[in-house]
């Protein structure tokens, strides 16, 4: 009734600007505080929300328990009481704030805005995962190709923050993504990398030259086809994302990329053939990479499956280089034949899906290792008609750090 008739004494207030929160909180079994935030507005009460009180202690914001400049917990966890309670509520509902005393006489403040971004309720933490944390990928068939693979002019990307952010996002959800009018000199990969935060160095060091080589110490130096494939796979910790700029592009029939999303195959794999998916996940395979760079010999094993999952059943990388698989394979007998029948399937699947298409100088491809496989179609390299790439690595620990930086600064999540 009072706001109806401040209403009607100042036509100018709209309902929103008189709608009052009322904060509300309980404890709950003893070990749970509840928070509800009720609006006396149109919009009505918000869903109650539900902490356990151990994770509240953990999370106070106090000085004492956190270190604001460096957004770090500093509670002295060798002395924590795993059965700590709250004992007292308080509530402030116009600085909208809950105060807690705890059964170790400490006292803890939270703001609202703050519980609400960290709610338990799964709407809020599918939010934060698919919207903050990593975006969710989306697979897709070799044909689909065209209607997946976003393009973006190199120019907006390395002065615009917006451009910067979609390039990574499309990078993210689809695993490829492309720039186009870049210029046609060897510090492109570095710039563009360092955009992002810095390269990724590897035995063949940080940027590499792609174009046929006499006496190449690596497979891709060479003018034949080269096999779909991951690259590095012998490494434990994978290079993540490949940049590849065309700065000279044969003139040749061939040359052309081929780039198949591994995580459709997989996913195909584990509908239309189970067991071979069952194979290919737990089978562990030797890959290794012998040689010599910039006179410094090496010697790089790593044992792991094609299809490599996490805890949840989810891809985490996809292992796949026949150059690179050892001729030890550390199995027991009975697993040899399986194995090999399964993996031809694995990359029959995989071929019969690559997308082919011819990057021009002046383009920068750009696309997950982790997931896709990438090989290249044979052509003729003479001295007149040559192709000649300049290739990078980022990782993922970087980009998406970057991302995250980005959409709190363009403001489409808040932390």
Known sequence: M???????????????????????????????????SQSQ????????????????RDNCRCPACFHDSSQSRRLDWDHFDTSVRPVSLRVDSDKERVQ??????????????????????????????????????????????????????????????AALHQWLQALAVY??????GAPLDEGVVRRLAERVGFIRRTTYGE???????????NYAYLSLPLPLHTDLPYYEYKPSVNILHCVVQTKSQGGSNLLVDAFHIADRLRDEHPSDFAILSRTSVDWNDIGSEDGREFH????????????????????????????????????????????ARFVKMARADAHSFKTQPGDVLTFNN??????????????????????????????????????????????
């Open 175 to 180: 695993g490829v993504a492309l720039l186009n």
């Open 207 to 217: 940027e590499f030259i792609v174009q046929a080589k006499p006496g190449a110490q």
């Open 2 to 36: 009072w706001a109806q008739s401040l209403r009607r004494a100042l036509p100018g207030v709209t309902t929103a600007l008189v709608a009052v929160r009322r904060l509300s909180a309980r404890i709950v079994a003893g070990t749970h505080i509840e928070v509800k």
């Open 300 to 343: 790089n094993i790593w044992r792991a499956p094609v299809i490599c999952l996490n805890t949840a059943g989810e891809y985490r990388r996809i292992n796949h280089s026949v150059p690179q698989r050892d001729s030890h394979f550390n199995v027991p007998l009975d697993q040899v034949i399986p194995w090999y029948e399964s993996y």
């Open 100 to 161: 807690v005393r705890w059964s170790d006489d400490h006292e803890s403040t939270y703001d609202m805005d703050w519980l609400r971004r960290h709610s338990f309720d799964a709407e809020s933490q599918t939010a934060y995962l698919n919207d903050f944390y990593r975006p969710p990928t989306s697979h897709w068939a070799g044909a689909q190709f065209e209607e997946i693979a976003r393009r973006f002019e190199y120019d907006q990307v390395m002065a615009e923050d």
């Open 41 to 56: 507005s149109q919009s009505g009460a918000s869903p109650a929300l539900t902490f356990p009180g151990i994770w509240l």
């Open 370 to 415: 982790l997931r896709l496989l990438h090989g290249r179609t044979g052509y003729d390299d003479t001295e007149n008609n040559s192709r000649y790439i300049v290739g990078a690595y980022l990782d993922w620990d970087i980009i998406y750090s970057r991302l995250r930086v980005l959409k709190k600064r363009l403001g489409s999540v808040s932390k």
